[in-house]
């Protein structure tokens, strides 16, 4: 049974910092992309980042410079530094991986809540 760990989240003051991380345990293999969305009240779930095995990422546009991702393949982990935090990142934070050979399969992480105060 393939798994995602996710830990990190909490309360943190606007202008603060988070890491955010996110282990794959169980039957995993060929990984692919790893990656974050986020999902506020009321509101639909968006990307944050993602990062390919290769390393290449593609962040939400009103993000750069602020979100960090990065993984290491050798812990089938990904990461999440968040700076410079606004109220406005306040949400569940969601990891998603992607993996597979013949058949790609995706696997959501339970969610971790992240609260920005003002």
């Known amino acids: 049974q393939v798994q995602l760990v996710e830990s990190g989240g909490g309360l943190v003051q606007a202008g603060g910092s988070l890491r955010l991380s996110c282990a794959a345990s169980g039957s995993i293999f060929s990984i692919k992309d790893m990656g974050w969305y986020r999902q506020a009240p009321g509101k639909q779930r968006e990307l944050v980042a993602v990062?390919?095995?290769?390393?290449?990422?593609n962040y939400a546009d009103s993000l750069k410079g602020r979100f960090t991702i990065s993984r290491d393949n050798a812990k089938n982990t990904v990461y999440l530094q968040m700076n410079s935090l606004k109220p406005e990142d306040t949400a569940v934070y969601y990891c998603?991986?992607?993996?597979?050979?013949?058949?790609?399969?995706?696997?959501w992480g339970q969610g971790t809540q992240v609260t920005v105060s003002s």
């Open positions: 998603n991986v992607v993996w597979g050979i013949v058949t790609t399969k995706v696997i």
């Open positions: 990062i390919a095995s290769g390393g290449s990422t």
